[in-house]
């Protein structure tokens, strides 16, 4: 994440030498100088002024998880067919009366959810209390034309989803295209205005638009107020991201990117805290949103981005940023850094690339390009819908769904830390490989597992998710390093976007657990299987300078020819 490259110019003194013939003649010397350099040797990789930026962007960062509350207002409730011949006239009653199975028929886990017996209509009524079985006829069954909910915390009970699975987890799904849609939209924003702008506009999106969607008259009204906060919120992550790595020195980006992925894990743990605390679903969606308008203050409290301000030639601004930061630090910057990191080259050569072929004709012509853009979207979609489907699928390991939630997204900080000691040490190929089959096997395991071992089941569970967290850390960096240069914003993006299928499919797994409780997870064990060997097919990348181009790109790997 290096700024862009800017040059130093450096005018020397004449040369006595050169002055036979009556001429004076000048050297110039152009030297370029990057942001970096000024971080390592004069600002400070990591100072009080970095510290301060990152902890307060770590606030927005914790609540940019807030847009996951569907997984809790929209979440699955325990039901059955309302039996009005036994006194059952509203959606809130005893869910399994001792009277349940003269009404109801039996199903794989308890009693049918979405069928009952026909009625007799013989013109008696039973009670709540007193329900004889001559009421019903056991050979005939129909379905539910009404529901009887265990709880009413969820926009389930709220707008009677009974036995709409798909519709019910549908809002995950639209949560999911909500945050592809907005990478277009946030980097354009971004771009033109700043990332001081890109934030606050961002947070108080997802602040107003989850707030009105606490008001929801009916399910639609909720449905599309999901897509359209994540279509216009969900780059707050990625624009506190920026506040938090670029000011950092190189040493310190892969440790600062570790804590922004725990702060995010942090907010879905305060998620689960206060969907339990605060049960009711509005009063729930209410209570995180409404802090989250504080964030507006963060106009004032932190500086532009100097990396937007130097590609802008916003040149003063950039000025009075990099001297607050060089008095923060206790530092100090020179005039001539300061020039050097300003200065536009003049006569840049902007048909160097004019005669060079598309991309789409260079990944075709190169068979080693070609494999990796077939294989490192795989590693995408599987690591996000392993990552987003066990995060979901925790609110049904057992009746305690909001801790088996916070357990879930905890197990991810330890993930994220152990990458970063182990990825300079092993390797990016092992590391990534490991956890793939890691998750995999735990997720495979667990299928297995008797239902009544609930500790050992939630425990391998955890080692899952523990597992695809090492992956998410790791995979940024081994794609970066796979691609060269002129084409790794282009693919790596590529490689994002598709990989926001898997997200866009987690929200519907739990739904098949109503056909065998172990799809989902088989299906996470799958994937991982396939992502990991996908793995191994490409080199090594640690101790390889990233390459800049196609020819250092196809290199990586191959033993030098003596």
Not at 18 to 25: A, C, I, W
Not at 181 to 190: D, E, K, Q, Y
Not at 369 to 391: A, D, E, K, N, Q
Request: charge should be neutral.
């Amino acid at each position: 994440m290096s700024g862009d490259p800017t040059s130093e110019t450096v005018n020397s003194q004449p040369d006595s030498k050169m002055e036979s013939s009556g001429e004076r003649k000048f050297s110039t010397v152009e030297k370029r100088l990057d942001l970096d350099d000024i971080l390592t040797n004069e600002l400070g990789q990591f100072g009080c002024f970095q510290l301060r930026n990152i902890l307060l962007v770590a606030v927005p960062i914790a609540m940019s998880a807030f847009m996951s509350e569907f997984i809790f207002s929209a979440a699955a409730i325990p039901h059955r067919c309302r039996i009005p011949e036994c006194g059952e006239d509203g959606k809130l009653h005893e869910i399994e009366p001792e009277w349940i199975g003269k009404a109801i028929p039996e199903a794989n886990s308890g009693y049918s959810r979405c069928e009952r017996y026909a009625p007799t209509n013989i013109g008696i009524n039973g009670s709540l209390d007193y329900c004889p079985a001559n009421l019903f006829d056991t050979a005939e069954t129909i379905s539910c034309d009404g529901f009887v909910y265990a709880r009413d915390n969820s926009v389930v009970y709220e707008f009677d989803l009974g036995c709409q699975d798909f519709l019910r987890a549908f809002a995950g799904t639209l949560n999911s295209i909500g945050t592809l849609l907005v990478l277009p939209i946030t980097g354009f924003f971004s771009d033109r205005f700043g990332r001081r702008w890109a934030l606050v506009i961002s947070v108080f999106n997802l602040a107003l638009i989850g707030l009105i969607r606490a008001f929801s008259v009916n399910y639609p009204m909720y449905l599309a107020l999901q897509i359209l906060q994540t279509t216009l919120g969900a780059g707050t992550f990625s624009s506190a991201y920026i506040f938090a790595a670029e000011l950092v020195g190189p040493k310190y980006r892969v440790m600062t990117s570790a804590f922004s992925s725990s702060m995010f894990s942090v907010g879905q743990v305060i998620l689960g805290g206060v969907a339990w605390l605060v049960q009711p679903w509005r009063y729930m969606i209410m209570a995180l949103h409404i802090p989250c308008f504080l964030i507006i203050s963060y106009y004032w409290l932190l500086p532009e981005s100097i990396r937007w301000l130097l590609s802008k030639n916003k040149n003063e601004e950039a000025r009075k940023v990099l001297e607050n930061v060089a008095r923060v630090n206790k530092k100090s910057i020179s005039e001539k850094s300061i020039q050097a990191l300003m200065f536009t080259p003049e006569g840049t050569d902007n048909n160097t690339n004019a005669d060079k072929p598309g991309l789409i004709k260079q990944i075709i012509s190169s068979p080693v390009l070609l494999r990796r853009v077939c294989t490192t979207p795989i590693w995408w979609i599987t690591t996000t819908f392993v990552y987003y489907g066990l995060s979901i699928n925790s609110t049904g390991l057992s009746d305690s769904i909001y801790l088996q939630y916070i357990l879930t997204c905890a197990i991810e900080i330890p993930g994220y830390f152990t990458a970063v000691l182990v990825l300079d040490r092993i390797g990016r190929k092992i590391t990534l490989s490991s956890g793939f089959f890691f998750s995999a096997a735990c997720n495979i395991a667990f299928v297995f597992i008797p239902s009544d071992l609930s500790v050992l089941r939630l425990i391998i569970f955890l080692l899952g998710k523990f597992g695809i967290s090492v992956v998410m850390t790791s995979l940024y960096l081994f794609t970066s390093e796979l691609y060269p240069t002129e084409y790794r914003h282009s693919l790596l993006a590529f490689s994002s976007m598709v990989g926001r299928l898997g997200s866009i499919t987690a929200p519907l797994t739990p739904v098949l657990v109503n056909y065998w409780h172990g799809i989902p997870s088989m299906m996470f064990g799958a994937m991982g299987i396939l992502a990991g060997l996908l793995v191994l097919t490409q080199p090594e990348t640690l101790g390889t300078t990233m390459p800049d181009t196609l020819a250092e790109a196809e290199a990586i790997g191959r033993k030098p020819t003596v």
